[in-house]
């Protein structure tokens, strides 16, 4: 992100942060919409609702950290996640993951460099009798080998 775009979105929380600074339990709402803002809860933001609040910054990151909805790296164009729940786990999931994390060389819980994949391991995506499966943004693909990755890769 550009010093202009994250000057810009600095801005925005700056207004966020004054609706929301006096209202009881604010914290879960605010750190909603900076995820909004910036697609994620950078370290800046943390620090500045922390002093806005006057709540410890590692309170705040406790927070960030504990629930799956926030992220506090930069998020891919697509989300790609590999179940490795068991039913997933014992048809060979792990290889669908190594071969993911093969071709677009980064790990899990990683954002590749163009900005366009964030993988993601997860337990259970609810389609054990489609096993492996994964799911790149909202569409779900099963019964998969490790030679599918690259032509599915392609469609994005």
Do not use: W
Request: hydrophobic share 35%; glycine share 8%.
């Amino acid at each position: 992100m550009s010093d202009a775009a994250m000057k810009e979105k600095m801005e925005k929380l700056e207004h966020i942060l004054e609706e929301q600074k006096n209202v009881q339990g604010g914290l879960m709402p605010i750190l909603h919409e900076t995820q909004e803002l910036f697609g994620y809860i950078p370290e800046e933001a943390q620090k500045r609702i922390s002093e806005v609040l006057n709540i410890p910054l590692a309170e705040i990151y406790g927070v960030a950290t504990f629930y799956s909805r926030f992220t506090l790296k930069p998020r891919g164009k697509n989300t790609i996640s590999v179940c490795l729940g068991t039913a997933c786990y014992v048809k060979n999931a792990q290889g669908v993951l190594d071969r993911l994390k093969e071709e677009l060389k980064v790990e899990a819980g990683d954002t590749t460099g163009d900005g366009k994949f964030t993988l993601e391991a997860t337990r259970c995506l609810g389609c054990c009798g489609l096993a492996p499966v994964m799911m790149i943004n909202e569409e779900v693909y099963g019964k998969l080998v490790p030679d599918d990755i690259p032509d599915i890769l392609k469609k994005y």
